[in-house]
């Protein structure tokens, strides 16, 4: 069986998202562990065999996974029924790849650089800026309902997972709003949160 370490109402309530739209919630075990929180509370859980005692790790017998978009991308393989990853050979799977990647290389650390307000022009070049990051998206769900098109993904909720977390305070345009609120209003959303309290 597949076991989730999980703290809720962090990084992690995203892979618990995603274990209700692939239907498999009753195929996993969900372990809640103590994290350290940016307030200060909580802790490394010794139960945790994250090795930096983080969230979210996924085991599946002596394999292990961790990072958001690692995860996604390997519960989207293990379980394609679902629809919610294009698979090896599959038009989209390099679009979906490349998602997957960039909110880990480029938008997650923009967004951290912004709020704290952090500028240097080597940061800059390297990942580029929240304005450019934000620019791409709108570029792309102006034109269509989903990161792939017509089709919802993984990436679509990896990659909205700030701005539902952050809200208002992660600064976006109305397209990028509207998408924000069509993967709320998804009953996956929902069943997440009943779980996290």
């Known amino acids: 069986m597949l076991t989730l370490y999980h703290a809720p109402k962090s990084r992690s309530s995203t892979i618990l998202v995603l274990l209700a739209e692939l239907g498999i919630l009753d195929k996993v075990e969900i372990r809640q562990v103590t994290i350290p929180r940016q307030d200060g509370s909580g802790g490394r859980d010794p139960a945790n065999p994250h090795p930096e005692g983080k969230v979210p790790y996924l085991v599946n ?10 995860i996604m991308l390997y519960l989207t393989d293990m379980f394609p029924e679902a629809g919610l990853g294009p698979l090896p050979g599959d038009p989209g799977r390099g679009q979906y790849l490349s998602w997957l990647s960039w909110y880990q290389g480029v938008l997650e650390p923009v967004a951290i650089l912004n709020f704290f307000k952090i500028e240097h022009p080597a940061l800059m070049a390297t990942f580029r800026d929240y304005d450019t990051a934000i620019r791409q998206l709108d570029e792309v769900l102006g034109q ?11 990436a679509d909720l990896l990659i909205a997972s700030p701005l539902l977390f952050f809200g208002t305070d992660m600064p976006r345009t109305p397209a990028i709003d509207a998408w924000a609120q069509r993967i709320q209003s998804r009953p996956s959303m929902a069943r997440a949160a009943g779980i996290d309290g």
Do not use: I, N, T, Y
Request: no cysteine; hydrophobic share 40%.
């Open 61 to 70: 017998g002596a394999d292990h996974v961790r990072e958001r978009g690692a």
């Open 144 to 154: 269509q309902p989903w990161l792939l098109g017509d089709r919802f993904s993984a």
